[in-house]
């Protein structure tokens, strides 16, 4: 089974600075996807970035970047130039063959103005 | 295109009850998910379907039931509610390994 971890409850930075969310996770599979969604107040689970683990190249989106160590099962999220808009829940999730996402227990991000 | 909708956006039942939570998929998807988001806690998978047959399920009892209709929509089926059945209830869809589009929730309440 696989399982994700998110050992920041809770975050906070000044706006426009870098923040960096942490994840690891475990799984016994070779092919498989991460990601990091982002629920704002308004409940909608929002894609940020995707990384398919196959590839070395970490992913990029914009601010959004992730670090991606295989080896260490560990997949951080950096957001640079952080904006109000950037204040939500962040949740980490890994989805194997099956299409099915495992979540972590999320991250949530304040961005002071 | 309007994406995943679901409805109601809020319910509330009392205990024993039965409810029937219903999502339609983006367009052109065909497989959809259901998720259980309790408050403060990231969403946990319910179950999924796929050619209106149950492909696989997350560890939830016989309580929780589905469907899918020839259309890809889909309904979520709870009986005999539970207090710790309250939670944001997700559903996604996709086609095929590609992103997994959520919509907005919806919001049960068992007192």
């Known amino acids: 089974a696989q399982t994700v971890t998110q050992s920041q409850p809770e975050m906070s930075v000044q706006e426009a600075e870098t923040v960096t969310l942490s994840c690891t996770y475990d799984?016994?599979?070779?092919?498989?996807?991460l990601f990091w969604y982002k629920q704002p107040p308004s409940r909608q689970m929002i894609l940020v970035i995707r990384?398919?683990?196959?590839?070395?190249q970490n992913a990029t989106e914009n601010r959004f970047s992730v670090n991606f160590q295989k080896a260490a099962k560990s997949f951080s999220l950096k957001i640079s130039d952080s904006q109000l808009g950037d204040t939500a829940m962040y949740f980490c999730?890994?989805?194997?063959?099956?299409?099915?996402?495992?979540f972590g227990t999320g991250t949530r991000l304040t961005i002071i103005p | 295109d309007a994406g995943v909708t679901q409805s109601p956006t809020h319910l509330i039942k009392t205990r024993g009850q039965q409810v029937t939570l219903r999502c339609s998929p983006k367009?052109?998807?065909?497989?959809v998910s259901w998720y259980q988001q309790a408050l403060g806690q990231g969403p946990q998978f319910i179950f999924q379907?796929?050619?209106?047959?149950?492909?696989q399920r997350g560890n939830f009892p016989d309580r929780f039931s589905g469907h899918q209709f020839p259309n890809y929509s889909s309904e979520l089926n709870v009986n005999a509610l539970l207090l710790g059945d309250s939670a944001l209830y997700l559903c996604?869809?996709?086609?095929?390994?590609?992103?997994?589009?959520f919509g907005p929730g919806t919001r049960l309440t068992v007192l």
């Open positions: 996604a869809s996709t086609l095929s390994h590609n992103e997994q589009f």
């Open positions: 799984t016994s599979e070779n092919n498989y996807y």
């Open positions: 990384q398919e683990a196959y590839k070395q």
């Open positions: 999730a890994h989805e194997g063959g099956n299409e099915k996402l495992t």
């Open positions: 367009s052109g998807h065909d497989t």
């Open positions: 379907y796929y050619e209106e047959e149950e492909r």
